[in-house]
């Protein structure tokens, strides 16, 4: 059974940078579709970005050029680095798991992590 474990959490000022780490186990997380989605109060569940199988990468367009996915396959991590940070990014960040390139179709996602918490203040 593939579990994930969210991590990096906090909060921070608006134009610092953070990274948030996804610890995968039970399953090489390259063998999946990984995306990152996050959920602010009282909102529906965003999708970030995603990293394919292959490594490529797509984000939403509200973060594109702000974040990056990355994967450590050794380490069986996946990341999401965060730079220029917005008090709109502040949100409940999940790293999930799917086997096929779903992007935002986030009930197709089998394998979700607890979450972290980003706060961005301005």
């Known amino acids: 059974q593939m579990r994930l474990l969210e991590s990096g959490g906090g909060s921070v000022e608006a134009g610092e940078s953070l990274t948030l780490s996804c610890a995968g186990s039970?399953?090489?997380?390259?063998?999946?579709?990984m995306s990152w989605f996050r959920q602010a109060p009282g909102k529906e569940r965003e999708w970030v970005g995603l990293i394919a199988t292959s490594a490529s990468t797509t984000y939403a367009s509200s973060v594109k050029g702000r974040f990056t996915i990355s994967k450590d396959k050794a380490k069986n991590i996946l990341f999401l680095e965060m730079t220029n940070l917005k008090p709109e990014d502040t949100a409940m960040y999940y790293c999930?798991?799917?086997?096929?390139?779903?992007?935002?179709?986030?009930?197709?996602?089998?394998?979700w992590g607890q979450g972290t918490q980003v706060t961005v203040s301005s």
């Open positions: 039970g399953r090489d997380i390259s063998t999946v579709y």
């Open positions: 999930a798991a799917a086997d096929y390139n779903y992007e935002a179709l986030n009930n197709r996602y089998h394998t």
